[in-house]
């Protein structure tokens, strides 16, 4: 599939001053014991993915397919592996480094590239990662009378003092935006 | 078991570092812990100038980590700054987020090399001479001042607590009551009010939010939300509370379609810890605390414990 972002080409690569990835993460030292998998709730559900695998793969230095692969965007980052891992190591770290890599190379995730294009917006104008419009629940999710109830909340939210576009109650002071923008703008993120 | 590092628990001072999805999701929390703030008569700070953490766009894998820690050094450099040097987080994942950031900051790596430069560059005077704290264990060490406090009691109620996986299996070795796998945080402050807190299968299971996940992959919450959901049924309590923004959202708005699918007719009410509390203090149901933005109706557990005011 085509991707409408400009992507970096290959050969892929993690950004070097990512810790979480490559020897000085500790990632080395995974054993493949399996207690990582055997505690994670994604795995259980979706075939394709392990967090056991990918440590595997990472530590044999198949980034490439990693970060071209759909697997790393399984891990529901509930830091079970992390918190049981006997050797310390923490799975979900190494996939949110693989994450980010992939959203330079892998063209079949714009999907996510639009998650970060509004990130990125709502931190440049507001200095705030999630507004009140950034998730929006599925209906499938949602019973009927919780379906009227969500509905409600804008009209709620209003009633507490707070904006219906906006996650604070107060907005940020300007001159502390345009500091948080030089911040965003120095570290490649505005 | 891990050992548990043993941990001091500022009791005052307290800079309140808000949260972008309890501010959007249910600013009720974000209220609720202002009033049991001042209620309890604590010196806290409610600064403006913060800015979000951005760690939930860090799990989702959406914003590298470098932009973070210029941002986080910014907000620790505020706190340090105002006096006010014990940040209490409402939410588990700002709490990790920052304790992530400190560690970076306190060492010595390209990042933290290129994230200074940053801060220089924005004018800003780093020090992070300041503690990191979840507002759940600010209420553990003042919880006899809470006590004094309370209109009501929580007495011959049951619930059930789920702490936030990102304050519990994140800093693992930091939960400062119980251990990760069986944290007891929110089960102590809760019994501070009198409930009985009741055990359940799949205590330390993830909420199901998973993020993005609640959007692009509902199968996932939904499964997960059906495993925690087939637990906390089984210990039938009278609430759930939790900690955290994102497992609020999750656990109260899919809770209606997920019990009726397991057969269960009932309504498990979900409160966050800041909500609870402001209730048990006295706080307007509607006006202060905003029930209404709940997807379980909370009227029927103001009745049982005997809450004044409840909408038909």
Redesign the interface.
Known sequence: MASRYDLEEGPVKV??????FGPSSGMMRCMQCGKCSASC??A???EDFSPRDVMLRAMKGEIESLVMGME?????????C??RCPRDCSPAGV??A???A??RYNPDID???Q??DG??A??NEC??????N?????N???????RK??R??AK??K????RAE????????EE?LA??K???K????S | MYATVRKEIPKDDYYLLKSCQAGSWYPSIETSLRYVLTTMGANYLDDPRQSSCAGCANHIGVIPFLPIVALNARNMSLASHSGHRNIVCNCPTCYSNLKDCKIILDGDSPMRDRAMAAVEKAGIEYNDSVTINHVAEAFLANLERLQSLAKYSLRGLRAVTHHGCHYTKIYYKEVASGNFERPTLLDRVVEGFGAKVVDYPERSLCCGLGFHHIMLYPDYTQAVTRRKYSGIVEANPDLLVTMCAGCTLSLDMCQEKVLRELGVEKDIPVLNISELIALLLGADPYKMVGIDLHGVPIEPLLKKIGIPGARE
Do not use: H
């Open positions: 950004d070097p001053i990512d810790e979480r709730p994604a259980l559900l979706f790393i965007w399984r891990c529901g980052q509930c830091l079970s992390a918190a996939i949110q693989l994450r980010i992939a959203l999907y996510m590239r998650i970060e990130v990125k709502n931190l200095a705030q990662t999630i507004l009140p950034t998730l929006v629940l599925p499938e999710l949602l019973g009927p009378r919780t109830r969500y409600a909340s709620n939210r009633a507490l003092g707070y906006d996650s604070r109650r107060v907005e940020i002071p502390d500091r948080i030089i911040l965003l120095e570290t490649d993120f």
